[in-house]
């Protein structure tokens, strides 16, 4: 088989359930992943022969993608704020949405800063930060010894082993009874609701870790948890950051100002859409749990 043709095939393969933009997309970059090529070969090279191996992994690909395995999880990678990241299905797969959450947390970050990310799955969300930053340091926790395991590749990976630990546990359960407060706490916490998750594309519900997708009845169970104790764990005017659903900007500013937060403010995305909240912790906040 042909380069052309093998991309031609999987455009069609893919098309009984992909747009043809996705579709186009999705058959090069699985070619891509199997023969270690990249965009030019398509052009350049279109007559290029497949090997018996690609041509059959290639295939394979294909039948588990028409199963809706997601794309990254058959490469077990993704990209996310220009870096790559290993990707398996103990992780929710990195979106663009969720890079607002890092560029503004960015802006609070000076040398130094101390961070705790919580429901870390991949890493990708404080892996970032301490990339793009100097001298600053995190922790990240998971209820998911597997998710952590992924965590820790990627900072290995990226050169981010010395300043990224990451602990087991239940959001703030995770953390020592002594460990310095935070500067800043950041969160891609579960939000979609209970009876939501049986409606999402087959590509989520069915492989995507469910524990990371629910958010409760409805979908506020841990902006509340961790409204409610993030104040034992961060600094006195240390930031709060998380990523929110596109209709809970409402909801969980109520949350955060009941508990005492200031400067609350609702952040919305490219597309118009309400996705990160951030506030501030008051010096008058309990602390105790």
Partial sequence: MRYREAYDLGRGQLAAFLQER????EARLLLEHVCGTRLETLLTEPERPLTEDEETRYLQLLARRGERIPLAYLCGEASFMGLTFAVNE??????QDTELLVEEAMQQMTGGTRVLDLCTGSGCVLLSLLHYSMDCEGTGTDLSEEALAVARENAGRLGLSDTASFRHGD???ALDPGDRPYDLIVSNPPYIRTDVIGTLMPEVRAHEPEMALDGGP??????RRIAKEAPAHLTIGGGL?????????DAVREILEREGYYEV???KDYNGLDRVVSAVRSMHMRTSL
Avoid: H, K, N
Avoid at 22 to 25: F, K, N, Y
Avoid at 90 to 95: C, D, E, F, G, H
């Fill in 22 to 25: 996705e579709r186009d997309l």
């Fill in 90 to 95: 103990a992780v929710l797969i990195p979106r």
């Fill in 171 to 173: 959001l703030f359960g």
């Fill in 218 to 223: 409805d979908g506020l169970a841990f902006y």
């Fill in 241 to 249: 950051l998380m990523e929110i659903g596109y209709d809970q900007g």
């Fill in 265 to 267: 403010e609702v952040r």
